[in-house]
Structures are given as structure tokens and as C-alpha cells.
């Protein structure tokens, strides 16, 4: 019962340091997503992917990049990290357009 | 456009009270998913209700229930009998069914956070 597994849960960086959130299904998804909820707000995209080898920007990308090697795993890396980009990060998958979005646990990025 | 709206941003009631939750969403398209996800105090998502735009019976989950009213683009959210494991944060959300650009755009509202009294 896996599901969408998502690591750190909790990290401290510098301002400046980078870091990979890690994101990966094991229920066999096309989709996947990255979100970043800031306190007391909804949900933003940052990137999706629609498929291995294929991503693209959301609403909020700059200061982030994704890759999708594999259709299991859809890495978030943050460079140059900022205050700004303290947030909680959700990564999420479905199968196919119009399914039901599988959440993961988050991940609580602070940035100091 | 696509756009959804929590208008309530907290609602507090007493215990075994009922609550409505409100979504009002607006979209261009004639085929698309609506969804409802709880956000309980340790952070995660739980999804819901998935429910597609040609379905408009309202749907009951124990004491959780759901009208969807396509005449007033509203997809409203039920709780009877509230407990206090019902204290959360309830995001609405709306899905397009169609391909655009090869992402399928998915707009959450702002959520409603709800806190149920003992």
C-alpha cells in the first residue's frame, strides 16, 4: 500500500544550498505532479509530467526543475535555495486524465 | 478561465452539529472532474470524492454527503453528525477532462478549514 512516497518529510536548508526532494508511485502513473502549498493557501503546480522522458512548467517553476527518467520517479530539485521557497511540498500521481490525484505524506522544506 | 471558490475560509461548529462546506467553480468545458480532499492537522491529503460533470446525483458516505449542482456550478459538501476527527482543512478542486497542451489543468480552491468543538 505504498502509494506515493515522497522523502525527506522535514528538512532545514540554507539560504543558498540545494537539495532533492524525492517523489516516487508504484501504481503505474502517467501523470505525476509537484505542488507547493504556502500556509493558510490552496495548492500551486510547479511541474508536471505527463509521462517518462516528458515534463513541463506550472503555475510557479522558477527557482525548481524535475526530471522523469522513469515512469516510478519524479525528482524535485531546488537550487539556490531562497526563504521564499519555504513552503510544503506534495508530489502526486494518476493514471490518466480526469482520475482521482493521489497524494503523498509532504514534505516540510524550511529555508533559513 | 478555470477557477474555483472556497468562500468560507473557517467554520467552526459544535460537535454532532451539520456543516456544508461550499465550492462554487467556473470552467469553460462541458466535460470535467470535480473532487474534494480533506487536509486533517498531521498534513496530508485524503482524497474524497471524485465525481465527473455528467453526473449530477448527489452522492452519501456515512455521515459525508455531496449535491452537485450544475445550474449553479457548485459542488457542496456535507457533514452530519460533525466529530471532532472532522477538524481539517477541505480543499475543493476541478479537473479538465481535455488535453491542453498536453497537461490536464487542475485548479484547487483555497480551502475551508474546519474546527469541530467538543
Known amino acids: 500500500n505504498a502509494g506515493v512516497t515522497q522523502t525527506p518529510k522535514f528538512r532545514i536548508l540554507k539560504i543558498g544550498q540545494s537539495m532533492t526532494l524525492q517523489c516516487a508511485q508504484d501504481?503505474?502513473?502517467?501523470?505525476m505532479y509537484w505542488y507547493r502549498q504556502d500556509p493558510g493557501m490552496g495548492l500551486k503546480l510547479i511541474y508536471y509530467s505527463v509521462g517518462a522522458g516528458i515534463t513541463d512548467k506550472g503555475e510557479v517553476p522558477n527557482g525548481y526543475n524535475v526530471s522523469r527518467s522513469t515512469t516510478e520517479d519524479f525528482p524535485l530539485r531546488l537550487e539556490l535555495a531562497a526563504p521564499s521557497q519555504t513552503s510544503v511540498y506534495f508530489c502526486a500521481s494518476r493514471w490518466d486524465r480526469g482520475n482521482t490525484i493521489y497524494f503523498g505524506e509532504g514534505s516540510w522544506l524550511t529555508v533559513v | 478561465a478555470q477557477k474555483v471558490t472556497q468562500a468560507q475560509t473557517e467554520i467552526s461548529v459544535v460537535e454532532k452539529e451539520d456543516v456544508t462546506l461550499d465550492c462554487v467553480y467556473e470552467?469553460?468545458?462541458?466535460?470535467?472532474?470535480l473532487f474534494w480532499y480533506k487536509q486533517p492537522p498531521s498534513g496530508e491529503l485524503v482524497f474524497l470524492i471524485r465525481?465527473?460533470?455528467?453526473?449530477?446525483q448527489n452522492e452519501i458516505s456515512g455521515r459525508y454527503s455531496w449535491n452537485f449542482q450544475k445550474s449553479t456550478s457548485s459542488f457542496n459538501f456535507t457533514i452530519t453528525a460533525s466529530q471532532v476527527v472532522d477538524s481539517a482543512v477541505y480543499f475543493c478542486?476541478?479537473?479538465?477532462?481535455?488535453?491542453?497542451?498536453?497537461?490536464?489543468?487542475?485548479?484547487f480552491g483555497t480551502g475551508t478549514k474546519l474546527q469541530v468543538i467538543p
Open positions: 478542486a476541478l479537473s479538465e477532462a481535455r488535453e491542453s497542451g498536453g497537461y490536464q489543468k487542475v485548479t
Open positions: 470552467t469553460r468545458d462541458t466535460t470535467y472532474y
Open positions: 501504481m503505474n502513473h502517467n501523470y
Open positions: 465525481r465527473n460533470s455528467f453526473d449530477e
